[in-house]
T-cell receptor, first 113, second 115 residues
Framework: GNSVTQMEGPVTLSEEAFLTINCTYT??????LFWYVQYPGEGLQLLLK???ADDKGSNKGFEATYRKETTSFHLEKGSVQVSDSAVYFC????????????WGAGTKLIIKP | SAVISQKPSRDICQRGTSLTIQCQVD?????MFWYRQQPGQSLTLIAT?????????ESGFVIDKFPISRPNLTFSTLTVSNMSPEDSSIYLC????????????FGPGTRLTVL
């Protein structure tokens, strides 16, 4: 079945550091891939998405590229800020599963000033 | 995109009571979902709320414990029945705004504590 694996957290970085949060997936079809972010005490916000191989999703300085050959969708940002501290979830959606989202475990990111 | 609101935003309840959570979407959505997020965990799908018919529950969730209504395309409720401390979680609803699109938009969540 479909699954998503994220790097374990927490990830602690200093402000202006480079961020990578790894995400790999297993899917039988051709899924869409998502990153959602959950700020402390809030619900989930869609951060970015990619619907086919080699697509790059981007938003708020974050980027992720859909790599079919490595079944990966790693999240990157060149210079993180304290306000980026949150939990980041990688997810996939497959039309064969009626578009249900399959979630990674989430990665807590802590940015220190 | 769809904007989703939930009420209440948080509640503290006594064991054995029930709580109904409301989810309102600002536009018609084709599908609505209810999730549970236990402390420090990822999301678990409870059920898909179907307009005008019974919800479709995932394994491990039953209608008697989590009755769901969806009277129209913009509104749904989830009731957590006969609560115990193990039901303490964040409950989130989401909506998918068009057929054959796979992006879900989420409400802010309801933080439930059961004493």
């Amino acid at each position: 079945g479909n699954s998503v694996t994220q790097m374990e957290g927490p990830v602690t970085l200093s402000e202006e550091a480079f961020l990578t949060i790894n995400c790999t997936y297993t899917a039988t079809g051709y899924p869409s891939l998502f990153w959602y972010v959950q700020y402390p005490g809030e619900g989930l916000q869609l951060l970015l998405k990619a619907t086919k191989a080699d697509d790059k999703g981007s938003n708020k300085g974050f980027e992720a590229t859909y790599r079919k050959e490595t079944t990966s969708f790693h999240l990157e940002k060149g210079s993180v800020q304290v306000s980026d501290s949150a939990v980041y979830f990688c997810a996939l959606s497959d039309r064969n599963s009626n578009y249900q989202l399959i979630w990674g475990a989430g990665t807590k990111l802590i940015i220190k000033p | 995109s769809a904007v989703i609101s939930q009420k209440p935003s948080r509640d503290i309840c006594q064991r054995g009571t029930s709580l109904t959570i409301q989810c309102q979407v600002d536009s018609q959505v084709t599908m609505m979902f209810w999730y549970r997020q236990q402390p420090g965990q990822s999301l678990t799908l409870i059920a898909t709320a179907n307009q005008g018919s019974e919800a479709t529950y995932e394994s491990g969730f039953v209608i008697d414990k989590f009755p769901i209504s969806r009277p129209n395309l913009t509104f749904s409720t989830l009731t957590v029945s006969n609560m115990s401390p193990e039901d303490s979680s964040i409950y989130l609803c989401s909506g998918k705004d068009r057929a054959f699109t796979d992006t879900q938009y989420f409400g802010p969540g309801t933080r439930l504590t059961v004493l």
